[in-house]
């Protein structure tokens, strides 16, 4: 299925009904975009289930490693911004 629509000079398109329907997307309902390697885009509902679990999953693989990466190294309570910021990045430019 190939649709076609115009842009607003504000960057507004009207999503055609069929899409509309096929997504089971109402008015005021978030969408999100997505952009693959090829520069393809994808009109998603933002409250897809898959795509909210596949977030959670990869959110919680990052929480994981980073566990890992902390796990025995006790905070010092006199330690300051700089220091807590060269722990968690290592070294190099400063924020």
């Known amino acids: ?42 009109i998603i509902r933002a409250d897809d289930p898959a795509r909210i679990e596949a977030r959670k999953e990869a959110f919680l693989g990052r929480l994981q490693e980073t566990r890992a990466k902390f796990a025995g190294k006790a905070l010092e309570p006199d330690m300051d911004g700089l220091e807590y910021q060269r722990m968690m990045r290592g070294d190099g430019p400063e924020v």
Not at 9 to 35: C, H, N, S
């Open 1 to 42: 299925m190939k649709f076609e629509s115009n842009m607003t000079v504000k960057g507004q398109v009207t999503v055609p009904k069929d899409i509309r329907d096929a997504l089971g997307l109402k008015p005021g309902q978030a969408v999100a975009f997505e952009l693959d390697g090829d520069g393809n885009a994808r």
